[in-house]
């Protein structure tokens, strides 16, 4: 397979060759995507014919030879001949032996859970691509099967975790992920592979609920915005007579059109509170603001640019490395916030509030667009001497 003898050549073997990381994350993990969703392994009568080897029988050889150890430890308890003070490590091992195979399919389920999220719609590629490399392989996925040098195995070790250990082409070293560390970040908050939250989602939900908008804007049983929705009265400019201040916009064919205008300054004191709070919920997990800043924040492109991209324009070279910038100090965390709200204002509040035609019927019609008279310059009379 073309693709399968990429990925042994991408390793960069060549000391001459440099690449950075995170381009080396950006670039293999877009390419694994896109084979994913792609049917061109099923035109490749080669890889057809090729039996897949995809069972990697990952717990026989965790637990081959445990039978004879466990036995052994058992009769040399009973019969006291330890070699410690009341069999305190024979029974720690004896123990350990017992509580293996459940503490194994937890730490497979949790390590398969956390690879999982490399699958997602929003996962950030610029995230280390071995853990979207270790997922093809516990996922079964093409390409990554035994026949083509993957493997993975578990490991128990003498302090009682385990570890598991995934190998392959694409690998430039094997990949070893501990149970007990894994359980340490878990209950720290902290996990392999950061979740980029859906923006989006949050940001409409998030309009509905600001209190800018006109009543019966929201649907009494989802809560979401209806089609119909627009700004309250309250936050629309008018003149000191009651009348609305309009924009006169020329429409083309001497033809013209108002449009309403809005108290911007207004609208951003009422809502300024409520972005600032969801920032900061965004903020107490700092593995997921890095994603939604790579994501969908860097390159500052609105949702339609971003729809009409083949691949996320968000995860380039303004992309933030999960490894220099956490923590996040003070001015990463004010940047975010800033570009959090421009992204709010441009893609979710600014069709709101540009373009809205008048309600008053009188108003909304179009008209000719008023012509100014030039000025006649009066000829002065000069005074004879």
């Known amino acids: 397979m073309e693709w399968v003898r990429w990925a042994q050549e991408y390793q960069l073997k060549d000391p001459k060759i440099k690449i950075k990381m995170k381009d ?42 445990t039978g004879r150890l466990y036995a052994k430890l058992k009769t040399t308890i009973e019969n006291n001949q330890c070699s410690t003070p009341n069999c305190e490590w024979e029974v720690k091992q004896l123990r350990r032996l017992e509580d293996a195979p459940q503490k194994s399919l937890d730490f497979v389920s949790s390590v398969m859970s956390q690879l999982s999220i490399t699958d997602d719609r929003y996962y950030d590629v610029c995230q280390n691509y071995a853990y979207t490399v270790a997922n093809q392989i516990m996922t079964r996925k093409p390409g990554f099967g035994k026949n083509e040098g993957y493997n993975v195995a578990i490991n128990l070790l003498d302090s009682g975790s385990q570890e598991i250990i995934f190998e392959g082409p694409f690998f430039e070293k094997p990949l070893i992920i501990n149970s007990s560390t894994l359980e340490a970040l878990s209950n720290a908050g902290s996990y392999l592979v950061a979740t980029t939250p859906d923006i989006n989602k949050e940001m409409l939900n998030l309009l509905s609920e600001l209190g800018i908008m006109q009543g019966g804007s929201n649907d009494p049983e989802t809560g979401e915005l209806m089609p119909q929705a627009k700004i309250a009265e309250e936050f629309i400019l008018k003149n000191p007579d009651g009348t609305y201040d309009y924009e006169v916009v020329e429409i083309g064919n001497g033809m013209s059109r108002n449009l309403l205008k809005y108290d911007m300054d207004k609208i951003s004191r009422k809502i300024d509170p409520f972005i600032n709070a969801e920032v900061a919920g965004l903020l107490s997990s700092e593995q997921e603001t890095v994603a939604a800043w790579n994501v969908f924040l860097a390159q500052d ?10 691949q996320n324009a968000n995860a380039g070279h303004l992309a933030w490395d999960y490894d220099e910038v956490l923590p996040l100090s003070q001015e990463l965390k004010i940047v975010f916030e800033d570009r959090y709200k421009n992204y709010f204002y441009k893609n979710y509040l600014l069709q709101f509030t540009t373009n809205q035609i008048p309600s008053v019927p009188e108003d909304a019609t179009v008209f000719e667009t008023p012509t100014e008279e030039p000025q006649m310059e009066e000829e002065l009379e000069q005074p004879e001497n």
């Open 24 to 65: 080396k994350n950006i670039q293999i993990n877009h390419m694994i995507k896109f084979m994913n969703q792609s049917d061109a392994m099923a035109y490749n009568m080669d890889y057809i014919a090729t039996p897949t080897v995809s069972e990697f029988g990952i717990l026989n050889t965790t637990f081959a030879g």
């Open 301 to 310: 492109t609105s949702i339609e640019e971003d729809d009409q991209m083949v």
